[in-house]
């Protein structure tokens, strides 16, 4: 029975199990589960996932959801899954998971959350709030930080030192993309200063082609909608003509 992955690809923890599955050739079926129609409230949904979150998978009689545990899942289930992902190596495998729980701890309120609030929160309906996005900003700098000074160190390319990436890298590189959806001057505002985090986001990018740039091209089309956007209207556009215009264009 074919893997069934429950995702909407403008959520990143649905794109980071996508795109695992691509880079393994792990074959699955991709169900749309629209956040913006609100379709995981459905109580089809329910059936897959209780928790009525994105994303969940269906692997026979196996239901599964929070990203973590699913990718882990799939790395252990499914054979020939090269072993940097998720190492067998008892250490190795410690300090991948210790990345990944500090991952889950510090970074909700971070990038997600700040360009939800700064530019995507009228795709769902909802008004921007400048205030959030700058609690978050604090967050996101942060965070950033302790990834430049902490998990990224002089050797290796990726997370740990490591000469070749693991699920930590996949995650939480996935977790930033979404700042990819800004404005080049926000953009590189707060990224700018993170040099070994920028180099190891290409490196990752570099890596994980051609699949991590086709599964996270939902960004760079929201970013392109909204440059239109903002040329075609300008400033006064009003919310709901925003969340409109950018629903008609995804
Ligand atoms: N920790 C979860 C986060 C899941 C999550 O927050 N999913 C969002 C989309 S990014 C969702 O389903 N939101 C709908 C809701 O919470 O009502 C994971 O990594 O899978």
Known sequence: MTLKLYVDRLSHPCREVIIFCKLNGIDFEEVHIDLSKRQHLTPEFKEVNPMKQIPAIMDGKIKLSESHA???????????????????????????????????????????????????APVYGLRLNPQAASRSEKILIASLAKIESVWLQKKGRFLLGSGQPSIADLSLACEIMPLEALDERDRERILGPFKRVQKWLDDTKNVMAPHFEEVNSILYKFKENLQKQRDQVGSSITQSSRKHYLHSKM
């Open 70 to 120: 699913i990718v882990k899942y799939l790395a252990c289930a499914f054979p020939g899954i090269a072993d940097h992902w998720y190492p067998a190596d008892l250490y190795k495998r410690a300090k991948v998971e210790s990345v990944l729980d500090w991952h889950r701890t510090n970074f909700p309120r971070g990038p997600g959350s700040y360009v939800f609030t700064s530019v995507l």
